[in-house]
């Protein structure tokens, strides 16, 4: 089946540090992978993207590379403010024959509490 | 641009009884999907609609069902609502033959 882990939560950073959140998938076919972020009381907004194999998504500071020889998609960003405090989730979507086109699969999220 | 806005925003309800949700899509967009999250867990793929027929469904029975209006604005109505039911439900839009959402903030469900 088609399924997204992400590393348990919380995770909990001082600022300007250093951030990695794993996320490793199972796919059917040859998926799309995302990072959405959800602040609170909002709902979830696209971070960024990669669409094959050895891309590198990356936005805001954060970046993460496709890498299908361990089926990963881990998120990370060099240093990290208070404002990144927020829910992180990963997810894949297939595009294959027979797949819903825009279906998400959603990793549990990840909550990331940054402290000044 | 407007966003995707939903309505209501919060409400409760008892066991046994039934909820219509709404959402307006974004400006554009012509697909329509919701989801449903669970405190503390990732949101689950509830179904999809594009011109106003559904579109592909995930793993929720038949008392979850929808429509899709000319307009490309959705509902999701559930019927005999149980307490698992508690829940924030999402509803998202996007351009048809697209893979990328565009988020509203959601309905959030309390069945008591």
């Known amino acids: 089946g088609n399924s997204v882990t992400q590393m348990e939560g919380p995770v909990t950073l001082s600022e300007e540090a250093f951030l990695t959140i794993n996320c490793t998938y199972t796919?059917?076919?040859?998926?799309?992978l995302f990072w959405y972020v959800q602040y609170p009381g909002e709902g979830l907004q696209l971070l960024l993207k990669?669409?094959?194999?050895?891309d590198k998504g990356s936005n805001k500071g954060f970046e993460a590379t496709y890498r299908k020889e361990t089926t990963s998609f881990h998120l990370e960003k060099g240093s990290v403010q208070v404002s990144d405090s927020a829910v992180y989730f990963c997810?894949?979507?297939?595009?294959?024959?027979?797949?819903?086109?825009?279906?998400?699969?959603f990793g549990r999220g990840t909550q990331l509490t940054v402290w000044p | 641009e407007t966003g995707v806005t939903q309505s209501p925003t919060h409400l409760i309800k008892t066991r046994g009884q039934q909820v219509t949700l709404r959402c307006s899509s974004q400006s554009g967009h012509n697909t329509v999907s919701w989801y449903q999250q669970a405190l503390g867990q990732g949101p689950q793929f509830i179904f999809q609609y594009y011109r106003e027929e559904e579109n592909g469904r995930g793993n929720f029975p038949p008392r979850f069902s929808g429509l899709q209006f000319p307009n490309y604005s959705s509902e999701l109505n559930v019927n005999a609502l149980e307490l698992d039911d508690s829940a924030l439900y999402l509803c998202?839009?996007?351009?048809?033959?697209?893979?990328?959402?565009?988020f509203g903030a959601g309905s959030r469900l309390t069945v008591l």
């Open positions: 990669a669409t094959k194999a050895d």
């Open positions: 796919a059917t076919g040859y998926p799309s």
């Open positions: 998202a839009s996007s351009p048809s033959g697209a893979n990328v959402l565009t």
């Open positions: 997810a894949l979507s297939l595009a294959d024959r027979g797949s819903t086109l825009g279906r998400l699969y």
